[in-house]
């Protein structure tokens, strides 16, 4: 038998310090449910150090890792997990690219963020970028899930 489906899959969405701060969440969430994916999980945290260093771990060692650390702590931190067909990829398209000055319009970053003149990019979400990413962000960010 052959088919076109594919399976449902889950992602980690961060709404960044900077997004709980300019009051974007609800902008994020209502992109997230307007595309159709569903929310599972969605949770405001204060992340610690021990959580961003598993987070950000393949970051370790560049220039911008610890400013990026201290930016993910400068307040709290929308963590939500969604699923849906390929809601990795999706998501990471609603986001646009990393940096938000060259980032498309149409995307969150893209219609929302700039280039604030700071030491790291505040670019005001994060989205897993593959199925182990996904599962491993997921067991940190949420691990009764
Ligand atoms: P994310 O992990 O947050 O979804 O973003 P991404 O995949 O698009 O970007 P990644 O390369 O994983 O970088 C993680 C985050 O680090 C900050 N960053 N700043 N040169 C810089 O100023 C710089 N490079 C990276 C951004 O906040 C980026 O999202
Ligand atoms: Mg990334």
Redesign the pocket.
Known sequence: MTTTSSAVSRTLI?V?PDGVRRGLSGEVLRRIEAKGYELVAVELKNADDALLAAH?A??EGK??YAP?VD?MKSGPVLAIVAQGQNVIPGF?SL?G??DPTTAAPGTIRGDLGRDWGL?????L???S?SDESAAREIALWFPTL
């Open positions: 961060l960044k950000y393949e970051h220039p911008f990026l930016f990471r986001a690219t990393t030491k790291v990019q505040q670019n979400v994060h989205g970028d």
